[in-house]
């Protein structure tokens, strides 16, 4: 298995650093034509801006969304969820583009400003089912992201506590005081949607490497239910046109 990282700018080596601690190569992806070596992608953390310029000077727009749409894995982490969200708020003048994908609503810098970044543990109970270990994992908020609202097809991994007076704008993040506000909501910090896995902290800057295992197991479990399927598929359009009665098993079909 090969994994690509995303590399115009960002956490890429870091990416690239957990992958081998778990035996995996992953290779630096800036051109379009490096998708059709890989598997799976990871578009890691940076400045989402200055990653989209980069990504929309090297024209690789098409081939990202191409590369979602033929169902193939892809993991965005902090400004590679915002890549991979179908909708964004709280951007610079103008906006970016984006590829799209994943039915929710962002916003950048939800939780502010670069000194307002921080470190939290927070409780992923789907990770820890699959991968064991602790009941929490160590978050990474650098100038970080939240999911405001996701579609039907998308499952929350995580969330993460934010005071209830936290109201948002299409432009900034600002604070109000009410009487009668309760003392904390949850935001969205981690979710998945079929072969889209994206979480708004950097999971790359720790050394627990539970969400990169995850993000391994479900590529081959995709890969494999894609066999699965298209091996199924083949049979059943061969005894349709055949008959059950006249089918050959010896014609060394796929083997």
């Known amino acids: 298995m090969t994994v690509g990282v995303l590399a115009l700018q960002g956490s890429f080596n870091e990416h690239i650093a957990a992958l081998r601690r778990l035996g995996v190569q992953g290779v630096e ?44 894995p892809v993991w965005g982490t902090c400004a590679g969820l915002i890549f991979l969200a179908d909708r964004a708020v709280g951007q610079k003048e103008g906006g970016q583009e984006l590829v799209g994908g994943l039915d929710c609503t962002v916003h950048r810098n939800y ?48 969330d993460y506590p934010v005071p209830s007076n936290k109201v948002l704008y299409s432009s900034s993040t600002v604070q109000i005081q009410e009487e009668d506000a309760l003392p904390e909501t949850r935001v969205i910090v981690a979710v998945k949607q079929r072969n889209l896995l994206a979480t708004a902290f950097h999971p790359e800057l720790t050394a627990d490497t539970r969400w990169h295992s995850y993000f391994i197991k479900m590529t081959k479990e995709l890969e494999q239910g894609a066999s699965s399927s298209s091996s199924s598929t083949i049979v059943s359009v061969g005894e349709t046109s055949l008959g059950p009665e006249q089918a050959k098993p010896d014609l060394p079909i796929f083997q």
């Open 29 to 72: 992806i800036r051109k379009a034509d490096q998708l059709l070596t890989v598997s799976s992608l990871i578009i890691p953390g940076g400045e989402s801006t200055t990653m989209a310029k980069l990504a929309e000077y090297h024209n690789l727009f098409p081939a990202l969304r191409e590369f979602v749409k033929t169902g193939k």
């Open 111 to 158: 939780f502010g400003s670069q000194i307002q970044s921080f470190e939290a543990d927070i409780s992923v109970p789907q990770l820890t089912s699959k991968e064991g270990g602790p009941e929490t994992f160590r978050g990474v908020f650098i100038r970080a992201p939240a999911v405001l609202d996701v579609g039907p097809d998308v499952e929350v991994l995580a």
